[in-house]
C-alpha cells in the first residue's frame, strides 16, 4: 500500500546485500520518490478528528437497510435476463490491455460467480474481528475509504507491516485460499499476454501474495495519488507486482511517473478487472480519483446486498 506521508525511508536505504548492486537504479528511484512524497497523505479528508484512533466499529459492506435504493423485489424474468446478459459478458473476456511495461489490465478477468464469492467473502471478514475500519494518521485526518488488512496488518499511519493491528492488536484474518488461486491465475494470464505478444514474461516477476489489503469505497469515495513503497527493501528490489481486483461500481484510476495528476494517464476500472503493476511500473504512483455511481452490473446487485461503491483487493508479496 501506499506511502504518502512519513515514509520508512529506513528500509530502502540501509543496503549491503548482493541484489542492490544489481539493482541500485531501482533502489535509489525507491529512495527519491519516498522524498518526494513525504509530505503528504494518501486522498485524506481535511477534516481534523483529535483521535488518532480509527473509528470504532466494524463496517459492513452490505446494506443494513433499502431505504433510498432501487427496487430490489424484481420479477424473476428480469432477473434471469439480466444474468444471462451478464454471463455472456464475462464469457469471454477481451484481450488483455498493455498499459505500459510491467502493467498490464486484465479486463472482465473475475466472473460473475467469483465476483460473487469475492464480495461476501468480504462481506463475512470485513464485519469480523480483524474487519474493516476507516483508517487515519495520526494528526486526525481520515482517508476516504474502509479498509480491511488480510495476511498481514498495513497501518497507513506508521507505514508499517506487522502480525496484529496497532489500534487494537487483532491478528488480521487469513487470506482466503480461492483469492490466491484467482491471483496466480490473473499472474499466468499476464504471462502468456506477454508471451504472445512478443514481449518478455520477466516484465511481471511472479509473486505470491502474502498480503491483501481491501479497501471499499462508497460512491465518494477516492484515493490520493501515492506509491506502494512500504514492502520489503527485498519485495521492492524485486519489483514484485501489486495484483489488484476491482468488483462494484467502476473506479476512474490515475497512474504516472510523477506525483500529478494532470501528467498521470487514466483508465477505468469495472467490476471484474484485474490490474497488474510490478517490474518497470512497480513505483508508478497510483490513485482514485472517482467511483462512478451506479454502475456495478446487475447481478451484483441482484445477487448480494452490496452497498453503492466499489472494493478494491491489491495483493502483494511484502
Ligand atoms: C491502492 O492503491 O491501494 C488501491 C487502488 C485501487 O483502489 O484501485
Ligand atoms: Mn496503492
Known amino acids: 500500500m501506499g506511502s504518502l506521508f512519513n515514509p520508512s525511508l529506513n528500509k530502502v536505504s540501509q543496503s549491503s ?12 528511484s525507491v529512495e527519491r520518490q519516498q522524498k518526494l512524497t513525504s509530505e503528504n497523505t494518501i486522498g485524506a479528508s481535511p477534516e481534523r478528528d483529535p483521535r488518532s484512533k480509527p473509528e ?7 446494506r443494513t437497510t433499502n431505504v433510498g435504493l432501487p427496487k430490489l423485489n424484481k ?18 473476456a477481451p484481450e488483455p490491455q498493455y498499459l505500459r511495461s510491467g502493467m498490464v489490465l486484465l479486463k472482465k478477468f ?12 468480504c462481506r463475512e471478514l470485513g464485519i469480523g ?33 506487522k502480525d496484529s493491528r496497532l489500534f487494537d492488536d487483532v491478528v488480521p484474518p487469513e487470506i482466503p485460499g480461492e483469492f490466491k488461486i484467482l491471483v496466480d491465475g490473473a499472474l499466468h494470464t499476464a504471462h502468456n499476454f506477454l508471451r504472445r505478444s512478443s514481449r518478455s514474461v520477466e516484465e511481471i516477476p511472479n509473486m505470491s501474495p502474502d498480503v491483501c489489503i481491501v479497501n471499499f469505497y462508497d460512491n465518494s469515495g477516492k484515493l490520493g495519488l501515492h506509491q506502494d513503497i512500504d514492502e520489503s527493501r527485498e519485495s521492492l528490489a524485486k519489483e514484485l507486482p501489486v ?37 518497470k511500473s ?31 483487493l491489491t495483493f502483494r508479496q511484502v
Request: glycine fraction near 10%; hydrophobic fraction near 35%; charged fraction near 25%.
Open 75 to 92: 420479477p424473476l424474468h428480469v432477473l434471469n435476463k439480466e444474468k444471462k446478459k451478464d454471463f455472456e459478458r464475462f464469457k469471454n
Open 243 to 279: 495484483v489488484s481486483f476491482s468488483v462494484g461500481d467502476s473506479a476512474e484510476f490515475l497512474y504516472g511517473d510523477v506525483r500529478d495528476a494532470d501528467k498521470a494517464g487514466k483508465v477505468i476500472l469495472d467490476s471484474g478487472d484485474v490490474l497488474i503493476f510490478g517490474g
Open 17 to 28: 546485500s548482493s541484489y542492490v548492486s544489481n539493482r541500485s537504479t531501482s533502489s535509489q
Open 282 to 312: 512497480r513505483l508508478i504512483f497510483h490513485g482514485v480519483a472517482s467511483i462512478k455511481p451506479n454502475t456495478a452490473p446487475a447481478f451484483l446487485i441482484n445477487e448480494t446486498a452490496v452497498r453503492p461503491g466499489r472494493l478494491n
Open 110 to 121: 473475475i466472473n460473475t460467480a467469483d465476483q460473487v464469492k469475492v464480495l461476501n467473502k
Open 56 to 62: 470504532k466499529g466494524s463496517f459492513d459492506i452490505f
Open 129 to 161: 474481528s480483524g474487519g474493516f475500519y476507516r483508517p487515519g494518521y495520526s494528526n486526525g485526518t481520515k482517508l476516504h475509504l474502509q479498509m480491511m488488512c488480510l495476511g498481514k496488518d498495513w497501518d497507513p499511519d506508521s507505514k508499517l507491516y
